[in-house]
Nanobody, 121 residues
Framework: QVQAVESGGGLVQAGESLRLSCAAF????????ANWYRQAPGKEREWVVG???????KYVDSVKGRFTISRDNAKNTVYLQMNSLKPEDTGVYYC???????????????WGQGTQVTVSS
């Protein structure tokens, strides 16, 4: 059984920073691809950022220059560094991961349970 577990959310003031983590647990070889999504109150879940197995990244325009996704392959963990946070960044942040299995295939995506980020003005 594979699980993705987010952590690192919290309450901050506008302009401050947070770092979210998404760790993959289970019998896996590595994280292949990973994405962060967020869902603001009353809104649909939106994709925010992604990283693939080669380390290539993509960002939604609203977070470019402020958010950075990275990965630690040894820890099967993906990070989201969020700087210069704005009230409109408030929401529940979810990660999803596609993993590489020990037999060389891929599986997923697996979704985490979400972590709340609240940015006050």
């Amino acid at each position: 059984q594979v699980q993705a577990v987010e952590s690192g959310g919290g309450l901050v003031q506008a302009g401050e920073s947070l770092r979210l983590s998404c760790a993959a647990f289970g019998i896996i070889a590595s994280i292949n691809d990973a994405n962060w999504y967020r869902q603001a109150p009353g809104k649909e879940r939106e994709w925010v950022v992604g990283i693939n197995s080669l380390g290539s990244t993509k960002y939604v325009d609203s977070v470019k220059g402020r958010f950075t996704i990275s990965r630690d392959n040894a820890k099967n963990t993906v990070y989201l560094q969020m700087n210069s946070l704005k009230p409109e960044d408030t929401g529940v942040y979810y990660c999803n991961v596609v993993i590489r299995t020990v037999t060389g295939g891929t599986a997923g995506p697996y979704w985490g349970q979400g972590t709340q980020v609240t940015v006050s003005s």
